[in-house]
Structure formats: structure tokens, C-alpha cells
């Protein structure tokens, strides 16, 4: 079946990207700049430590496998735009592949912001990506298809996103205590609060591939509220506690009307074993239907899970066993090479 026939039959009538972002930080050129940068802001500053980590920019091919489970489960993707730095380009990637086109950072960040270490001054710059579909679906390189996936999965038939979001009570707490994540999900949610006077606090995403549409992200650009916050995260280097989450976009698009929220649960493991199958067993459509998020496929039994998408994420308490038991997983999910590859 064609990618094109393939989203006919599922009544979805418009192009979806993909764009991933992606950064070797093993590079010499990489680690020199960002050393330098460090430098600069101070590198003791506490504003810094969760997001300045070797661990946080390391490479260990998962784009590639993830461009793989493109292929086998997602193969209706229209265009995959890859964001990357520093004149880096994955060595395996066929850069021929007119599905493929490799982004230079600078090329959509403020002439005077580049180079950044940072996510969200990226993510917050995505819509001026040339010739982006005006739906497209965001990923981190850790994460793929895990199952045959429909592009209804992200988008209905009129292009409403379908925003998969945890609930979270306590959204609109916020203290020293917080981590550095929760407050940039906290600064988005006060960016749409104050612009539109909507309490959206306890939203967070759910850590997998996002549905998102451009011409809110530019929309986002023209109000004047939401552009001060927008404009300083993009000069932001490394993450800040002053830094906006993408989920400002996904908030703006409910707010909008473009935009339905789907409540997921994120699945347990690894806490108590009869805890873990009840919750899972009690809030089962709900976490069926969330990404699964591990940092070690075997030991998390990925092989025998069925949700459609999975982060295997790579942090700062990652164990050089579990790169090798990913590494192990990767080339039994997904062994044979796809397209993008020389």
C-alpha cells in the first residue's frame, strides 16, 4: 500500500512531516563551542545543571533506527526534516533521499541567537523550517513507532490536533523545589494564561511525538504576549528558567479550537509489581493509548509492548547497560536497513 493511499483510507487529506532534532555531542567542534559557552554563562550556575550534560547531547544511532520504524510503521509520512548543528549530518544518512532534508539551526534561529544548546529555542523556531507541511508531527531522535500507526493517530479528518496530555494536580505550584522541566511547562501554560486568561496549568505532554500545526506557531509570532516570551527563549543558549516548553503551541491550538486533548496515563514499571498491573490494569485504555517511556528496553520488556510509540530515553542516569541492552533491542525490532540509509 502507498503512503498516499494509505492516509485516503484514513480520510486524512493533507500532507504530515516529521521533524526530529538532532545533535552528535561527541564531535570535537561541538564539545569545543559548548565549553566555550559554558564558559561564558558560568558553568556553576545551578540554571544549568539539567540541561548542560554530556548525557543530555549524546549520539547513540537512534535516529536511525527511528527512521527505520518510519519506514516499516509510519510509511505515510510525507517529508522528515532533520534539525541539526554545527555543520553535522549523520554519517549513514543518505542525504539523496528526496524525503529528506537536513536543517541547519542557524538557518531558522535569529541571525544573532545561533548557536544554541538548547531544545527550546530550536522548537520554538520550527515554523520558519522552508516548506514545512502545515501539519507536521515533532520527535526527539529517542523516540520511534513501535506498531503499524494511522496518520488519524495525530490529526482528524480537519486537521484538529489530537494533543495526548497527562493530567497533573498540582500545575500551577511552583517553588526551588520544582525541576527545571516543570517550570518551563509552567512558563508555557502562564504564557496562554496571561495572553488569553485560560487556566491550562495541569497539562503536560506526554514525552512522544506531538502533533503540532505551523501557521499557529507563526499566529503565536503576532501576539505580543506570547512573541516577548517566544523571542527570549530563542536567545537562551541553554536551557533557562525563563525558557518556554513547546507545549505553548499545543495550549494555543486548544485555546484555538485546533486542538482536542486526549487524557493518557503514563504506564508503570518498575515500582511494585502487584501495584504496577493494577494501576495499569485500572486506567488500561489510557495508557494503552499513551507513549511508552523506558531507559532500557529489555529490562522494560519493549519487545512485548504494543504501544504505538516509545521513548527510550537517553538521561543522566543512563548505565553503559542499558546503551548496550538498547543497542541489543534496536537491532532486533528493527534489523534491516531502511531507505534513509547509504
Keep these: 500500500m502507498t503512503r498516499k493511499s494509505d492516509a485516503l483510507n484514513k480520510k486524512i487529506l493533507f500532507p504530515i512531516d516529521l521533524v526530529y532534532l538532532w545533535i552528535d555531542g561527541s564531535s570535537p567542534d561541538f564539545r569545543k563551542t559548548k565549553a566555550k559557552y559554558l564558559r561564558a554563562a558560568g558553568k556553576d550556575d545551578s540554571k544549568y545543571v539539567d540541561a548542560t550534560k554530556d548525557q543530555i547531547f549524546r549520539d547513540n544511532d537512534e535516529l536511525k533506527y527511528s527512521l527505520r520504524s518510519v519506514e516499516k510503521n509510519a510509511p505515510w509520512i510525507n517529508h522528515i526534516y532533520i534539525v541539526t548543528g554545527f555543520g553535522q549530518v549523520p554519517n549513514w544518512l543518505d542525504t539523496k533521499n528526496p524525503r529528506v532534508?537536513?536543517?541547519?539551526?542557524?538557518?531558522?534561529?535569529?541571525?544573532?541567537?545561533?548557536?544554541?544548546?538548547?531544545?527550546?529555542?530550536?522548537?520554538a523556531s520550527l515554523a520558519k523550517i522552508p516548506d514545512l507541511a502545515e501539519h507536521f508531527v515533532l520527535a526527539n531522535d529517542d523516540m520511534f513507532f513501535n506498531a503499524p500507526i494511522s496518520p488519524d493517530y495525530f490529526f482528524d479528518a480537519c486537521g484538529v490536533a489530537k494533543?495526548?496530555?497527562?493530567?497533573?494536580?498540582?500545575?500551577?505550584?511552583?517553588?526551588?523545589?520544582?525541576?527545571?522541566?516543570?517550570?518551563?511547562?509552567?512558563?508555557?501554560?502562564r504564557a496562554i494564561d496571561d495572553a488569553f486568561g485560560v487556566d491550562l496549568y495541569n497539562y503536560k505532554s506526554s514525552h512522544g511525538m506531538d502533533p503540532y500545526i505551523k501557521s499557529s506557531m507563526i499566529e503565536c509570532d503576532?501576539?505580543?504576549?506570547?512573541?516577548?516570551?517566544?523571542?527570549?527563549?530563542?536567545?537562551?543558549?541553554?536551557?533557562?528558567?525563563?525558557?518556554?516548553?513547546r507545549l505553548?503551541?499545543?495550549?494555543?491550538?486548544?485555546?484555538?479550537?485546533?486542538?482536542?486533548?486526549?487524557?493518557?496515563?503514563?504506564?508503570?514499571?518498575?515500582?511494585?509489581v502487584v501495584f504496577d498491573f493494577l494501576y495499569n490494569l485500572i486506567h488500561y485504555v489510557s495508557v494503552r493509548d499513551s507513549v511508552f517511556y523506558c531507559r532500557d528496553a529489555i529490562e522494560s520488556n519493549v519487545l512485548s509492548c504494543n504501544a504505538k510509540i516509545v521513548c527510550i530515553n537517553d538521561g543522566v542516569d543512563t548505565t553503559d547497560k542499558n546503551i548496550t541492552n538498547n543497542k541489543k533491542f534496536f537491532e532486533t525490532k528493527f534489523p534491516n536497513k531502511s531507505e534513509f540509509e547509504k
Design 248 to 272: 505553548i503551541f499545543n495550549l494555543y491550538d486548544i485555546v484555538r479550537g485546533r486542538a482536542r486533548v486526549i487524557r493518557v496515563h503514563s504506564r508503570h514499571i518498575g515500582h511494585n
Design 163 to 189: 494533543f495526548r496530555a497527562i493530567y497533573r494536580k498540582d500545575g500551577r505550584k511552583i517553588d526551588d523545589k520544582k525541576s527545571l522541566y516543570s517550570i518551563l511547562l509552567y512558563n508555557a501554560a
Design 222 to 245: 503576532e501576539n505580543s504576549k506570547l512573541a516577548e516570551r517566544l523571542d527570549a527563549t530563542r536567545y537562551h543558549r541553554f536551557r533557562d528558567t525563563g525558557d518556554v516548553h
Design 101 to 123: 532534508t537536513i536543517v541547519p539551526q542557524e538557518s531558522i534561529l535569529p541571525a544573532d541567537a545561533s548557536p544554541v544548546f538548547n531544545s527550546c529555542a530550536i522548537e
